[in-house]
């Protein structure tokens, strides 16, 4: 992508004029979500040949992903919003002279525009996601605090850029930590397709690494990401270590990088546990409970099983990590065993939302409470 503010706002202004976030909602009332964030893809197809031309061709390049012919566009498009996105970067030919494009999808969520990278369960994805959007994204937007007046914000693993943004919505100036240098541009451009480039900076950076040893914040959220499972090729020692591995050793490093009254949310997807608490959730809550901190989870039975998180793992070590399969199967069946001979023993895995707050939280019932839907009673 290209980042060229007048083109971005242009654009910006078209989908305005389009009304393209209420045309989204209403097709979500016939198509709702699947938990990956996205709608059925062939269910979506499908509901966007109902719309009139213009949006039918809209949605078909930046919802569903397809190709559309030149005339077409050019037809639904005004001109300086077809050359805006191409000053952008967010169109190109296909051989077949057609316009697409690269793999990206523009998503309107919590009232902004995010340009994402396309779902790998879409068969438009042409390449793989570096742009991460997900159920999850939502999850952690409707934790974050309504207002975040003149305050800083870190947020980490940043992605699309969609948490550091809403919280610049709020009041705030946000730095957003990512360690992909084409989600970093993709925020970037975000940033000003929404135009808050002004309050929002967004730093290519592995976890705290690019954070200034002085610098502190007042808020920071952190949305962790599917993958990698485990930290690297080596099987992991303990539970904790199992699930989203990026943030081992951040919560030890964040208090010298918080204010007086700092306070955050950090959200971990897929954590093995028992009765609703977590092997994560202990380690994190541990280890931010020494620096004074109380802690609030909100917790969710997730859908995974050991086998799927099982599969999950053995993929990334392949595709990730590029091991050999017999160090891939190695790995997996020593996770498995950890798994197997947990104490006490799973019962499951859970998404977990841990607000954190220095001193008390006066709304929690206990030092560090849990709370959350109880697990839904078996089907007579």
């Known amino acids: 992508m290209k980042i060229d503010a007048p083109s971005l706002t242009a654009i910006r202004e078209y989908l305005d004029e389009m009304m393209y976030s209420l045309v989204d909602l209403r097709l979500s009332f016939e198509v709702p979500r699947t938990p990956a964030g996205f709608p059925h893809f062939e269910s979506l197809q499908q509901a ?27 037809a639904a498009v005004p001109e300086r919003v077809f050359n ?10 296909d051989e077949s002279g057609a316009w697409r494009t690269p793999s990206l999808l523009i998503v309107p969520a919590e009232g902004l525009y995010l340009i994402v990278g396309a779902p790998p369960s879409y068969p438009t994805a042409a390449r793989p996601c570096n742009t991460w959007f997900d159920m999850s994204s939502y999850f952690v937007a409707n934790a974050l605090p309504r207002s975040l007046h003149g305050q800083r914000v870190l947020d980490i693993c940043s992605g699309s850029g969609m948490q550091a943004l809403l919280c610049a919505t709020r009041g705030a100036s946000a730095v957003g930590l990512e360690l992909n240098p084409e989600a970093v541009e993709t925020a970037r451009a975000n940033a000003a397709l929404n135009g808050l480039d002004n309050k929002v900076e967004f730093r290519q950076s592995n976890m705290l690494a690019a954070v200034g040893e002085r610098e502190t914040f007042d808020f920071i959220v952190c949305n962790t990401p599917y993958a990698p499972v485990i930290a690297g090729p080596e099987p992991p020692r303990s539970l904790e270590e199992i699930g989203n591995s990026v943030l081992l050793g951040v919560p030890s490093k964040l208090p010298a990088h918080l204010s007086g009254r700092s306070r955050g949310i950090i959200g971990t997807w897929r954590s093995a546990g028992y009765r609703s608490s977590t092997y994560q959730m202990e380690s994190i809550a541990s280890q931010l409970e020494k620096e004074g901190f109380a802690i609030f989870a909100y917790v969710d039975r997730a859908p995974d099983t050991a086998d799927s998180v099982l599969r999950i793992l053995q993929g990334d070590l392949t595709q990730r ?4 399969p017999e160090r891939v199967a190695e790995i997996v069946n020593g996770v498995r065993e950890l798994l197997r001979k947990s104490e006490p023993p799973i019962d499951g895995f859970y998404n977990q939302l841990i607000y954190f707050q220095k001193g008390k939280i006066e709304s929690a019932g206990s030092e560090r409470a849990i709370f959350g839907l109880s697990p839904a009673p078996p089907k007579a």
Do not use: N, Y
């Open 84 to 93: 805006a996105l191409i000053e952008c970067e967010l169109l190109e030919r």
């Open 48 to 74: 966007v040949k109902r719309l009139d031309p213009s949006h039918h061709t809209l949605f078909r390049l930046f919802r569903v992903g397809e190709a559309v012919d030149d005339a077409s566009l050019r």
């Open 321 to 324: 990590a590029g091991l050999e």
